[in-house]
């Protein structure tokens, strides 16, 4: 848990080095690198044919473990936003359903954080994911992306 106040150039620092630890996980993920994990999870939930969303879920779900989704949680709370939510807070069967139903991997439920202020509400976009037939390509935003939105929300 991050618990320090982060600034604006913390989260800016951040995001460097979350981008860098991210980008191997993209490289295993595009390579079917979750499958096993995937594969387990979709047996306990006998939802064989969904192991492919599921690894896309347990990849999304390690993502916003790390520490920069964990400070711009922080730096949400230090504005007063409410209700923050990320792919890491709901169980995988929920997410594999909303998948199921059509939601596709680039909503914000499964790339981004989402919270809400009064009259605003609020989606930082960490990741982009695009499928082009049976190929998928991730990538982390850039900092200008999340920096404009982070901005958006300290302005009183």
């Known amino acids: 848990m991050v618990t320090n106040l982060s600034t604006l150039a913390d989260l800016e620092k951040e995001h460097i080095k979350f981008k860098k630890e991210v980008e191997p996980k993209i490289g295993i993920f595009e390579k079917n690198g979750y499958m096993p994990q995937a594969k387990e999870t979709?047996?306990?939930?006998n939802k064989i044919p969904r192991i492919r969303d599921l690894g896309y879920i347990t990849f999304a779900k390690e993502v916003f473990s790390m520490r920069f989704p964990m400070m711009i949680i922080a730096f949400l709370r230090d504005k007063k936003a409410q209700n923050i939510c990320?792919?890491?807070d709901e169980d995988s069967l929920s997410?594999?359903?909303r998948i199921e139903k059509g939601v596709s991997w680039n909503n914000p439920q499964f790339t981004a954080i989402t919270a809400e202020k009064p009259r605003m509400s609020i989606i930082i976009q960490l990741l982009k994911v695009t499928k082009h037939n049976k190929k998928v390509e991730a990538k982390v935003?850039?900092?200008h992306e999340i920096?404009?939105?982070l901005h958006d929300i300290s302005v009183p």
């Open 141 to 143: 935003a850039e900092w």
């Open 86 to 88: 990320n792919v890491t």
């Open 147 to 149: 920096y404009t939105v």
């Open 42 to 45: 979709a047996q306990k939930l």
């Open 95 to 97: 997410q594999l359903e």
